[in-house]
């Protein structure tokens, strides 16, 4: 396990993606036709971390504030429910399905909301080699709403963002690109645990982004670096 406060965290975060599969031979378009309304508010973060050359852990995170809670009856407690499934595609063209799965959490509650963070995550057959395309669907079965999620699995190689793992000190993963000054993180890899890498420090004051469809020609990016580790 490697700590490395936010300036040390930039060229890991240039290496990028997600990943998974098992094998099928026939096209396939996923039919989550069950609940037709969209749920934007319901806002998932998700995270894919590749922990072995054939397995990759989707992570998910999502605020219980803008879910429904309802109870049977008046004997019982106030619940939330929602169901989180994925599929996984060869490409998005062929769309040949290689695996799929799903999780069911439940959220009991009072009758004074608790407001907090409902977080877990998937397990998905991967092998290391290729890029995938992952479909996620989010459900709120109480208020029988859904978001739909797609995003890219890269396990082209063990060097990809997807095979590091960054958290905060107290172990809570990091979905974002961006830390504050002062940060401290832990990076895992499970799947690179006997290599050894070096940390660049790059230290840039960046100006303010120009305006939409500018021609401002931007300045060339030294990659040489401050300091290493």
């Known amino acids: 396990m490697l700590k490395f406060t936010t300036y040390t965290l930039f060229s890991l975060l240039i290496l990028s993606a997600f990943a998974h599969c098992t094998s099928s031979k026939e096209a396939y378009h996923s039919k989550e036709n069950l609940y037709k309304k969209t749920n934007q508010e319901l806002h998932t973060k998700l995270l894919a971390y590749h922990i072995s ?75 290391i080699g290729q890029t995938y395309i992952c479909e996620v669907f989010v459900f709120d079965l109480n208020k029988k709403t859904k978001i739909p999620y797609v995003f890219t699995i890269d396990k082209t190689t063990s060097g990809t963002r997807q095979s590091f793992l960054i958290q905060k000190t107290e172990g809570s993963n990091i979905y974002d690109y961006y830390l504050k000054a002062g940060d401290t993180v832990v990076i895992k890899s499970f799947i690179n645990a006997e290599n050894n890498f070096v940390v660049d420090y790059f230290k840039r004051d960046f100006p303010i982004a120009p305006p939409p469809f500018s021609l401002v020609e931007r300045a060339a990016f030294n990659y040489k670096p401050d300091s290493f580790l």
């Open 53 to 127: 050359d054939s397995v990759t852990q989707i992570y998910f995170s999502f605020d219980n504030e803008n879910l429904l809670y309802k109870r049977p009856d008046t004997t019982n407690s106030f619940y939330a429910a929602v169901k989180i499934k994925y599929f996984t595609y060869t490409n998005a063209k062929t769309r040949q399905l290689l695996d799929s799965g799903s999780v069911t959490i439940l959220d009991r509650q009072s009758d004074k909301l608790d407001l907090k963070n409902l977080r877990g995550s998937l397990f998905s057959k991967c092998r």
